[in-house]
Nanobody, 126 residues
Framework: QVQVVESGGGLVQAGGSLRLSCAPT????????MAWWRQAPGKGREFVAA???????YYADSVQGRFTISRDNAKNTAYLQMDNLRPEEAEIYYC????????????????????WGQGTQVTVSS
């Protein structure tokens, strides 16, 4: 059984930085990528960034240049470095594990995730 464990959320001032971690346990697909999504109360889940099994990253336009996704295959862990955070980005961040790769149709579809974590809260004070 696969469990996805996120960590690294917390409180930061606007303009500050946080680093989130995503570590799935159990037998995920050998070609699975990982992605970060975020969700505000009463809204749908929004794509943030993803990284393929081979290490190819891609981003939402709103975070390009400020966020960096990476992965350590030896630890089976993905990271999301978030710099210059904005108050409106104070949401719950979820990690999804699935067939994420930039070269497919609809690479930013929420349906690509086979597994989800329970989320980690990011709070940005103005």
């Amino acid at each position: 059984q696969v469990q996805v464990v996120e960590s690294g959320g917390g409180l930061v001032q606007a303009g500050g930085s946080l680093r989130l971690s995503c570590a799935p346990t159990g037998a995920t697909g050998s070609r699975d990528g990982m992605a970060w999504w975020r969700q505000a109360p009463g809204k749908g889940r929004e794509f943030v960034a993803a990284i393929s099994w081979s290490g190819s990253p891609y981003y939402a336009d709103s975070v390009q240049g400020r966020f960096t996704i990476s992965r350590d295959n030896a630890k089976n862990t993905a990271y999301l470095q978030m710099d210059n955070l904005r108050p409106e980005e104070a949401e719950i961040y979820y990690c999804g594990v699935g067939r994420y790769t930039p070269s497919t149709l609809f690479p930013r579809s929420v349906r690509r995730s086979s597994y989800w974590g329970q989320g980690t809260q990011v709070t940005v004070s103005s």
